[in-house]
C-alpha cells in the first residue's frame, strides 16, 4: 500500500501527484522520443497516426468531456484546419506562420459555430454539429478554387527553419514535429484544468444550473470551449493532411466525427488519459485486425479474405462493451485497478459497485 503526504499547498494544484508519478511521465515521454531508433519507418509511420488522434481527441476532450457539450462535427473543423493550413502554405507563407494561423482561424470559426449553438443541449447540439459536418463536403466542393473541389489537394514536403519534413521522405522528422505539438497541446490542456477557466468548464458540466449559482457566465464558458477545442482539432487536422499528403472533401467525412467521439469515450471521457487511450485503439486496430486476418488464413490454410465493414463492427463492439460493463472507459478501469491494488489488504468486494446518481439541480432543465 502506497500513500502520498501532502505538505503544502502546491501539491493540490500541481499537475503530477509526486515525484514518482512524475518519472513515470518522463521515462515515458524519452521512450516515446527514441522510437525512430527502436521502430522502423512503418511502426514509426503508425505511431505519429496515433499522435494526431491523440490531439484531435483532446479536441474534443475539451469540449465534450470537460465541458459536457456533445458535437458530431469535429470533422469539419479537422478539415478547416487542413486546408487552411494547406492554402497558406501555397500563398508562400513558412510554415511557422501557417501552422498556429490554421488553428487559431479554425478556434474563430468555431466561436461563429458556438454563438448560436448556445442555447442548444444534448442531442440537439449533437444533430446541430453533425449538419455542420455534413454541410462542410459540400462547402469543400463549392469553393473549388480554394479547397481544389473534388480534386482535393497535395501537401508534399515542408520547411521549417531551414529543415525539411515530410512524411515519407523524413519521417523521423515528421515524427519529432507531431510529438512536439501534441507535447505542447498536451501541457496546455494540463495547465487549463488547473485555471479558473478550466473549472468553470467542468462546473458547467456538471450542472449549468449549479455553474450559473456559483458565479460562472455559462455562455462565456462553452463559447470559449468551443473556440479552444476547434483550435487544437484545427491543428490536429492540419497534422493529418500533411500525414496524408493527398486530401479532397471524402477525406474529413461524418464518419471521422462519430469515429472521434466514439474514440473518447472508449478511452475514457473526461480525462486526458483518455484521449491517447482511445487514439491507440482508433490508431492500431486497422493493423490489429490485418494481422490477424493473416494469422487465420494462416490457420486454416486458406487465402486472406476482405471482410467489408470489419474494422467499423469490431469498434462499435468495443464501444458496446465498454458502456454496458465500463462507462468510464479504459482509463477508469485502470484508476479501478490501480485503487484496488494500492489498497490491499483493505480493498473489498463491492468498492467499485456502480450506484445510481443524479443532481436533483438538474430537474429544472
Known sequence: MRVVFKTGYMQDIRPWKDGYQLSLYLVLLVAVCAAPWWMDDFYLGELTNVLIWAMAGMGLMLLTGHTGQVSLGHAAFLAFGCYTNAVLIEAGAPFAIAFPAAGILTGIAGVSVAIPALRLHGVYLAIFTLALSVLMDDIIVLAEP???????????????????????????????????????????????????????????????????????????????????????????????????????????????????????????????????????????????????????????????????????????????????????????????????????????KDMFKRRKSYLKTERLR
Open 146 to 348: 480554394l479547397t481544389g473541389g473534388v480534386g482535393g489537394k497535395y501537401l508534399g514536403d515542408v520547411s521549417i527553419f531551414g529543415l525539411t519534413v515530410g512524411r515519407w521522405t523524413t519521417p523521423d522528422r515528421f515524427f519529432w514535429l507531431v510529438l512536439g505539438a501534441t507535447v505542447m497541446v498536451t501541457l496546455g490542456y494540463i495547465n487549463l484544468l488547473r485555471a479558473p477557466l478550466g473549472r468553470s468548464f467542468i462546473a458547467v458540466r456538471d450542472s449549468e444550473v449549479s455553474a450559473q449559482a456559483m458565479g460562472v457566465d455559462v455562455s462565456r464558458a462553452k463559447t470559449v470551449s468551443f473556440a479552444l477545442s476547434c483550435t487544437v482539432a484545427g491543428w490536429a487536422g492540419a497534422l493529418m493532411g500533411m500525414y496524408s499528403g493527398a486530401f479532397n472533401n471524402e477525406t474529413f467525412n461524418v464518419l471521422i466525427s462519430i469515429q472521434l467521439l466514439l474514440m473518447i469515450v472508449i478511452g475514457g471521457l473526461g480525462s486526458i488519459h483518455g484521449a491517447f487511450l482511445g487514439a491507440i485503439v482508433v490508431g492500431f486496430l486497422p493493423q490489429f485486425l490485418s494481422i490477424m486476418k493473416e494469422y487465420v488464413a494462416v490457420m486454416f490454410k486458406g487465402g486472406a479474405v476482405a471482410i467489408p465493414g470489419l474494422e467499423t463492427g469490431v469498434f462499435g463492439m468495443i464501444l458496446i462493451g465498454f458502456i454496458l460493463f465500463e462507462p468510464m472507459g479504459m482509463y477508469g478501469r485502470w484508476l479501478k485497478i490501480r485503487t484496488w491494488l494500492e489498497l490491499r489488504p483493505f480493498c473489498r
